[in-house]
C-alpha cells in the first residue's frame, strides 16, 4: 500500500480570491456540483457548494441534477457517490487520499472471515472500499449501526467490520455476544484516548463533549460517565452531522470536540456563540489534507481523477447500501 507520507500533496496555491473565482468559473463551466467533508481544509469547506458526512454528500450527489460530482473528501467515500450515481461523473482533486480505517480490511480479507462464520451476517460501516461492500450483507454508519445489528435476528452471528471502536459500541448497547468485531481502527480516531479526553473534561468542567463513536476515547468517555467521574448527561456520542444538530442545541457555553479538527470549521459555523475546542488538537487526517487548493484546481481543469468502480461490484455494493438505508435513518458517518 502507498502510505501517504511518501505522497506529496499538490502544493504551490494559495487559497486567495483569484483562486476562489478561478474555482467557481470552472465549476460553471463543467456543470459540476462541489461538495465537501466535513474534515476537509476550511478554504475547500467554504468554496464548495454542499459540505457534510460522507454519506450525505453521497445522498446529494445522487439527487443532483449536475452530470459532474467533485467529491472533495476521501477516496471510498467517492467511491460511495459513484456507487449510488453509476450514470455521473464523479471526480475527486487527489484519488491518492487514502483512509487508514477502510485500508484495514480487503475484500480477501473479508471473505476469509466469512468463511470461518457460515451464516452470519456481514455489517461494514461506510468506511470501507466498494469491493468490501460488495462483501457485506448491509452497511451502517456510526449513527445506525446499533438498530442495524438490532435489525438482525438475535440468534444469528454478526461479523461487524472494520472500527473495532465502533463495532465495541454496538456490542454494549446491544448486549450482544455474538457481535465478531474486526480490529481496525483509524489511525486519526484512535489518536484521541481516554486519558486525554478525562484531562481536558477535568479543566474544563462546564463544558459539553461531543465524541465520535470511532474515537479511542468513546469506550473510555462512556466508562467515566458510568463511574460519575463525568456526568453522563455531559457525554455525546454523535456522527459528524449529529455533532451538527447539537450543537445547535446545547445550551453549554463550551464544547469538547473528539473527531478530526477540520469539524471544528462547520461547528464554529453553526453555533459562533460557543466555544469549541478539540480533545487533541493533533488529530489531522493527512488523507483528508490531500484534497488542497491546487488539487482541486487541477482537478477542474484537468477533469481528474476520475473514479470508477466496475458494475458488477457497484451493484452488489449499491444492494448493501440500499439494505442500510431501509432499515431506518442512517443519518450521518464520518
Ligand atoms: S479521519 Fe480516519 S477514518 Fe476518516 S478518512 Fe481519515 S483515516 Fe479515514
Not at 32 to 61: C, E, F, K, M, W
Not at 231 to 242: H, M
Request: charged share 25%.
Amino acid at each position: 500500500m502507498v502510505v501517504a507520507e511518501q505522497l506529496a500533496p499538490y502544493a504551490g496555491v494559495e487559497p486567495d480570491q483569484a483562486w476562489a473565482q478561478e474555482v467557481r468559473r470552472l465549476a460553471d463551466e463543467r456543470g459540476a456540483v462541489l461538495l465537501a467533508h466535513n474534515y476537509q481544509l476550511p478554504a475547500i469547506q467554504d468554496i464548495a457548494d454542499h459540505t457534510g458526512d460522507s454519506l450525505a454528500l453521497s445522498r446529494i450527489a445522487a439527487s443532483s441534477d449536475a452530470s459532474t460530482i467533485v467529491f472533495c473528501g476521501v477516496h471510498f467515500m467517492a467511491e460511495t457517490a459513484k456507487i449510488l450515481s453509476p450514470e455521473k461523473k464523479i471526480l475527486i482533486p487527489d484519488e491518492r487520499a487514502g483512509c487508514s480505517l477502510a485500508d484495514s480490511i480487503t475484500a480477501e480479507q473479508l471473505r476469509a472471515w466469512k468463511a470461518e462464520h457460515p451464516g452470519a451476517v456481514v455489517v461494514s460501516y461506510v468506511n470501507t472500499t466498494a469491493e468490501v461492500k460488495a462483501e457485506t450483507d448491509i452497511c451502517c454508519t456510526s449513527s445506525n449501526a446499533v438498530d442495524v445489528v438490532r435489525s438482525i435476528p438475535a440468534d444469528t452471528e454478526v461479523l461487524f467490520c472494520p472500527d473495532q471502536f465502533l463495532g465495541a459500541h454496538v456490542r454494549r448497547e446491544t448486549g450482544r455476544e455474538n457481535v465478531h468485531v474486526w480490529a481496525g481502527e483509524c489511525h486519526v480516531h484512535a489518536g484521541i484516548n481516554g486519558a486525554e479526553l478525562a484531562d481536558r473534561a477535568a479543566a474544563n468542567p462546564d463544558a459539553d463533549l461531543f465524541i465520535h463513536p470511532e474515537c479511542g476515547c468513546a469506550t473510555s468517555a462512556l466508562y467515566l460517565a458510568g463511574e460519575g467521574t463525568l456526568p453522563p448527561e455531559r457525554v455525546k456520542i454523535l456522527s459528524t452531522g449529529g455533532m451538527l444538530d447539537a450543537a445547535r442545541g446545547t445550551g453549554a457555553e463550551s464544547v469538547l470536540v473528539a473527531t478530526e479538527v477540520g469539524m471544528l470549521h462547520q461547528l464554529r459555523r453553526a453555533a459562533p456563540e460557543i466555544d469549541f475546542r478539540a480533545v487533541n488538537d493533533r488529530a489531522s487526517c493527512r488523507y483528508m489534507k490531500m484534497i488542497t487548493p491546487a488539487a482541486l484546481l487541477r482537478c477542474l481543469r484537468e477533469e481528474a481523477d476520475e473514479v470508477h468502480v466496475p458494475a458488477d461490484v457497484a451493484e452488489r455494493a449499491r444492494a448493501s447500501v440500499q439494505r442500510m438505508i431501509g432499515i431506518g435513518k442512517p443519518g450521518g458517518g464520518e
